[in-house]
């Protein structure tokens, strides 16, 4: 397997999940801040621009977060990143896809790319705020979800490392408040070797 990521974003958490699986993968960095993403090398295995990308062993692409964490989830089983319990799955995809479609997409993405929303400049200061607004509500929704737990399905998951990755954003690279239980999840993921070997290898220590 090669995982096609950009150090920090959100392919960080598919790499954390990787580095938990612990079978052989190669990484190949695309530098988002110089539009790699666009340039045919990349848009040849991923036309839609985007990381995290995984290129499978039979050569086959695998795209979007919530595809890939699934595909890695069940096709590597005694590594138990999925619950057993059919609605506890349930519950651990709607955190998963409110973390990546919600706080990432609608929140942060305001705040990183505020010109993708309005095609007024003079309008990107409201816009980071939305996204901001939308960035605090989140973690507050996220956080209610944690309550009472170390992980979101109780024991890690594929959903931790995409709640992670928007902690990690929040807490790490803007500095905010994080509401108690996502500190104390983002404290528990921090202190995970595999999560350890990926800040290490994408140069964020």
Not at 47 to 60: A, E, F, H, I, Y
Not at 119 to 148: I, Q, S, T, W, Y
Not at 184 to 191: I, K
Request: with cysteine.
């Amino acid at each position: 397997m090669k995982l096609m990521y950009s150090p920090g974003a959100c392919s960080i958490g598919i790499h954390v999940l990787l580095e938990e699986i612990g079978k052989p993968y190669e990484t190949q960095l695309v530098n988002l801040r110089e539009g790699a993403q666009y340039k045919p090398d990349f848009t040849s295995v991923n036309p839609k621009s985007k990381v995290p990308t995984l290129v499978r062993d039979d050569g086959s692409v695998l795209t979007e977060y919530p595809a890939i964490a699934y595909w890695l989830a069940r096709t590597n089983p005694e590594k138990k990143l999925l619950p057993d319990d059919v609605d506890a799955q349930a519950r651990m995809i709607e955190a998963l896809d409110y973390a990546v479609a919600t706080v990432h997409m609608q929140g942060f993405g305001r705040l990183f790319r505020a010109a993708n929303f309005t095609p007024n400049p003079e309008d990107e200061d409201k816009v980071k705020e939305r996204g901001k607004e939308l960035v605090e509500k989140g973690f507050a929704v996220l956080d209610k979800a944690l309550a009472g737990k170390d992980y979101l399905a109780g024991s890690f998951s594929i959903a931790d490392s995409a709640l992670f990755y928007v902690e990690f954003w929040g807490g790490k690279r803007m500095n905010m408040k994080l509401p108690p239980n996502c500190e104390a999840h983002l404290n528990r993921m921090m202190a995970r070797p595999a999560v350890q070997r990926v800040l290490q290898q994408e140069g964020l220590n």
